[in-house]
């Protein structure tokens, strides 16, 4: 037996494996598969920035791919409540279980669960939506503006060796696009330190009431 990677991770399989459709359930497992994937290949990016930081190599290819995995994990996460939630909560909409999953994204899934009265006060959609939208913590903040960033600039040098940028480093060619104008910088190693150590954080707590909800629905 693989060991957690995330705390709870085993329960949550397993009480989707007694809820959900035996199919559902087949196609949580590949989906959580993949999520797990995303937070193991982030931790090896971050790894390789560090490896590449000390010896005074540049790190944006590193550092694109653990922005890329990072937020990888978000989407990946969102196809997996998408898969409880089509079960637990179908009248909402959160999207077919057998579908292809091109459009569940995180920012679709989140804004569908909160917009639906049904699944508005869900525990799992007020996790997402009050920690990632109506405060959402600093690490989710800096990964949302440095993945954005990326997706402009996916090369662009560090303002300083060992410093991810803030709101005022972004080149002003990019800063139409770029939202949080509050964000600081911040050391290299912090910051991506941060958001790896958020990402756990989420997902395990993700996983607890996503558990909890399956539990429920047998009761």
Do not use: K
């Amino acid at each position: 037996m693989v060991p957690d990677l995330v705390p709870g991770e085993a329960e949550f399989l397993e009480a989707a494996r007694q809820v959900l459709p035996r199919r559902t359930a087949e196609l949580l497992r590949g989906l959580h598969d993949f999520t797990r994937e995303r937070l193991e290949a982030a931790a090896l990016c971050r790894t390789r920035i560090r490896t590449a930081h000390e010896a005074g190599d540049p790190v944006g290819v590193e550092l694109h791919a653990f922005l890329r995995e990072s937020w990888g994990v978000l989407d990946g996460l969102a196809r997996e409540v998408s898969a409880c939630m089509a079960h637990l909560a179908p009248e909402a909409g959160p999207g077919p279980p057998g579908g292809m999953w091109r459009r569940c994204t995180f920012y679709v899934l989140r804004r569908t669960l909160h917009a639906h009265p049904s699944t508005a006060d869900h525990p799992v959609s007020r996790l997402l939506w009050e920690h990632t939208r109506t405060a959402p913590a600093l690490p989710y903040r800096r990964l949302s503006f440095l993945y954005n960033l990326s997706l402009f600039l996916p090369l662009w040098p560090l303002p300083e060796p060992g410093r991810l940028p803030g709101r005022d480093d972004v080149p002003e060619a990019a800063r139409g696009s770029i939202r949080d104008a509050g964000l600081p910088p911040c050391g290299l190693r912090e910051g991506t330190r941060e958001i790896r150590d958020w990402l756990e954080g989420l997902l395990g707590e993700c996983y607890a009431r996503l558990t909890d909800a399956l539990r429920t629905a047998t009761r």
